[in-house]
T-cell receptor, first 114, second 109 residues
Framework: NAGVTQTPKFQVLKTGQSMTLQCAQD?????MSWYRQDPGMGLRLIHY???????DQGEVPNGYNVSRSTTEDFPLRLLSAAPSQTSVYFC?????????????FGSGTQLSVL | GQQLNQSPQSMFIQEGEDVSMNCTSS?????WLWYKQDPGEGPVLLIA?????ELTSNGRLTAQFGITRKDSFLNISASIPSDVGIYFC?????????FGQGTTLQVKP
């Protein structure tokens, strides 16, 4: 099993550009989520999904869109990148939806917006 | 919204020393967790706590779930260089995990 796979590992964007961060898991987990990590702020939840076709907002959803068309994939879209979105992004999944504490994280995408 | 306050923010210790860090919240959580993040990687679960007052060990790591359900601490005994990283506490809320700001640990050989 590969676990949670994120691509790309690194990305540089110009303000206003759009892009999609990819996340895939091969553990048949129902629950998937996206976090961003910023210095001194820990991990903040952007969006999450408890199953295919279901998504919900986390703490910091503005500027990001998600969709969950399959159990395996949970892409994160930035429609018009802003410098404030410079961060490290982590995708995570869990087999538990009601008690989703045992999160498996990907290795992260480091995004810089100039 | 719910917030977790984790302290200290950073620690620089000598190999062999014991380490203690804690996490407090204004909200009650039913589950507390501790994760460790190695440089360049995503966080990995260390310990999960499910009951108020629970004390759980995982090797040299010991964590406790506070009686009030609003706090937790993590102890690392006899630290070694590979303990270096960022340690996060997290509280489980319906549909989501809320993370603390993290404690950066550096160990001097």
């Amino acid at each position: 099993n590969a676990g949670v796979t994120q691509t790309p590992k690194f990305q540089v964007l110009k303000t206003g550009q759009s892009m999609t961060l990819q996340c895939a898991q091969d553990m048949n987990h129902e629950y998937m989520s996206w976090y961003r990590q910023d210095p001194g702020m820990g991990l903040r939840l952007i969006h999450y999904s408890v199953g295919a076709g279901i998504t919900d907002q986390g703490e910091v959803p503005n500027g990001y869109n998600v969709s969950r068309s399959t159990t395996e994939d949970f892409p994160l879209r930035l429609l018009s990148a802003a410098p404030s979105q410079t961060s490290v992004y982590f995708c995570a999944s869990s087999s538990q939806t009601a008690t989703n504490e045992k999160l498996f994280f990907g290795s992260g995408t480091q995004l810089s917006v100039l | 919204g719910q917030q977790l306050n984790q302290s200290p923010q950073s620690m620089f210790i000598q190999e062999g020393e014991d380490v203690s860090m804690n996490c407090t919240s204004s909200s009650i959580f039913n589950t507390w967790l501790w994760y460790k993040q190695d440089p360049g990687e995503g966080p990995v679960l260390l310990i999960a706590l499910y009951k108020a007052g629970e004390l759980t060990s995982n090797g040299r790591l010991t964590a406790q779930f506070g009686i009030t359900r609003k706090d937790s601490f993590l102890n690392i005994s006899a630290s070694i260089p590979s303990d270096v990283g960022i340690y996060f506490c997290a509280g489980q809320s319906p549909g989501k995990l809320i993370f603390g700001q993290g404690t950066t640990l550096q160990v001097k050989p």
